[in-house]
T-cell receptor, first 114, second 113 residues
Framework: GDSVTQMEGPVTLSEEAFLTINCTYTATGYPSLFWYVQYPGEGLQLLLKATKADDKGSNKGFEATYRKETTSFHLEKGSVQVSDSAVYFCALIEGGTSYGKLTFGQGTILTVHP | DAGVTQSPTHLIKTRGQQVTLRCSPKSGHDTVSWYQQALGQGPQFIFQYYEEEERQRGNFPDRFSGHQFPNYSSELNVNALLLGDSALYLC????????????FGPGTRLTVT
């Protein structure tokens, strides 16, 4: 079945550092890919998405590129802020008749210090 | 514009009991999906409701059941609670199949003792 694997965490950075969170996937179809963010005590929020190969999703300074050849969707940000501290989830929806069933990775905790 | 709302916020139940969780979708949305998020894990898909019918189901036992009402709100019922059912239960709403975007509620934290 479909699966998503994220880099081991947690990740601790200083403010203005560069962020990369690795995500790879396994899917039988042609999936759409997503990054969700979960702030403490809140539900998940969609951060960005990409629906086909070589698409780049971007939002709030975060970017991720859909790489079909390496089955990856790594999240990057050039300069993190303390307010970016949260849990980040990579997820996919398989193409076809999956009716929007999201398959999530295990999440990566990001802590940014001033 | 109200987002996805869930009730209650927290719940404590005893093993063997039954529980009902509720979800109101975002305005304009007609599809509701439920997810279980165990501590330190990613959410796991339970099932999805559309037009008052269960359209797709994840790998959860029949103890987990649901319902969708004509106003698109939804309930998740869990019978014969086990300690392992302790988790954050998330509701997500979308329009039609939610293929491109789903909006999540804040969740209901269920603790089974």
């Amino acid at each position: 079945g479909d699966s998503v694997t994220q880099m081991e965490g947690p990740v601790t950075l200083s403010e203005e550092a560069f962020l990369t969170i690795n995500c790879t996937y396994t899917a039988t179809g042609y999936p759409s890919l997503f990054w969700y963010v979960q702030y403490p005590g809140e539900g998940l929020q969609l951060l960005l998405k990409a629906t086909k190969a070589d698409d780049k999703g971007s939002n709030k300074g975060f970017e991720a590129t859909y790489r079909k050849e390496t089955t990856s969707f790594h999240l990057e940000k050039g300069s993190v802020q303390v307010s970016d501290s949260a849990v980040y989830f990579c997820a996919l929806i398989e193409g076809g008749t999956s009716y929007g069933k999201l398959t999530f990775g295990q999440g990566t905790i990001l802590t940014v210090h001033p | 514009d109200a987002g996805v709302t869930q009730s209650p916020t927290h719940l404590i139940k005893t093993r063997g009991q039954q529980v009902t969780l509720r979800c109101s979708p975002k305005s304009g949305h007609d599809t509701v999906s439920w997810y279980q998020q165990a501590l330190g894990q990613g959410p796991q898909f339970i099932f999805q409701y559309y037009e008052e019918e269960e359209r797709q189901r994840g790998n959860f036992p029949d103890r987990f059941s649901g319902h969708q009402f004509p106003n698109y709100s939804s309930e998740l019922n869990v019978n014969a609670l086990l300690l392992g059912d302790s988790a954050l239960y998330l509701c997500a709403s979308s329009y039609r199949d939610g293929f491109y975007e789903q909006y999540f509620g804040p969740g209901t934290r269920l603790t089974v003792t």
